[in-house]
């Protein structure tokens, strides 16, 4: 019974300081940047799927198809480390027909994700895996290596922006900052359907069939990484 009390004295403890600080004059500004990053890492995610009468058939089968897909990545010379075998199922496949589910045999399905360094290999790569049974690409995703430094860097070029506007929202009304009182990070939203977006959004990738380009079936453009931040400063007068 001593854990509630002692919550209830911190709360009664905490309660005075926050009203205080909210009474205080502040100003409240948000900071946004954003940074232009070169794509180095091409991000891919693949699904092997078999449907078949006999279960153990099924099961067979799609451990050779899964097997190859293996195969022909350690082939491209994709380290062991960037490939990543998720989601194995087994399971009755059923289609919806005359108003009703009817089984139609057994599926077998598993997620390989992996991560290809070389921009180059992308022709390779998907003419490849197109040839290979039961293999679909779901998505490849431009990301970079640089992706957390790049983020700190521009995450401090917002917090200098929200200090700027507020040091000049407060010059005009004869006051000066003084400490920070608050400072949160907002998540940003991206616009998916753009060739350029924020990290882990999925990107568009753009390829042509002209056979004198050889590897160069990619537009990488570049990756857009935006920071907003929100914080209020105590203000003084001048």
Request: hydrophobic content about 45%; glycine content about 6%.
């Amino acid at each position: 019974m001593r854990f509630p009390i002692l919550l209830l004295t911190l709360a009664s403890m905490l309660c005075p300081v926050v009203a205080a600080d909210a009474d205080l004059p502040h100003v409240a500004v948000y900071g946004t940047a954003t940074t232009q990053v070169q794509p180095d890492l091409l991000r891919w995610r693949l699904s092997v799927d078999r449907v078949g009468a006999e279960v153990a058939e099924v099961a067979d089968a799609h451990a050779a198809d899964v097997a190859a897909v293996l195969d022909f990545l350690k082939q491209q010379g994709i380290p062991a480390k960037e490939i990543q075998t998720a989601h194995m199922q087994l399971s009755e496949h059923r289609e919806f027909r005359n108003q009703s589910w009817i089984k139609e045999g057994y599926e077998a399905s598993t997620a390989v994700s992996f991560t290809s360094k070389d921009l180059g290999q992308y022709r390779t790569l998907w003419l490849g895996l197109s040839r290979l049974k039961g293999m679909s690409v779901k998505a490849a995703v431009w990301d970079s290596s640089r992706r957390i430094p790049v983020q700190n860097e521009t995450r401090e070029e917002a917090l200098k922006a929200a200090k700027e506007k507020a040091t000049n929202m407060a010059a005009t009304l004869g006051m000066k900052l003084a400490e920070p009182l608050a400072i949160v990070e907002i998540p940003v939203q991206s616009d998916s359907s753009s060739t350029h977006g924020v990290y882990g959004n999925r990107l568009n990738v753009e390829s042509r069939d002209d056979d004198d380009e050889g590897d160069s079936m990619v537009a990488p453009g570049s990756i857009e990484v935006r920071i907003r931040v929100y914080v209020t400063f105590r203000i003084v007068a001048r």
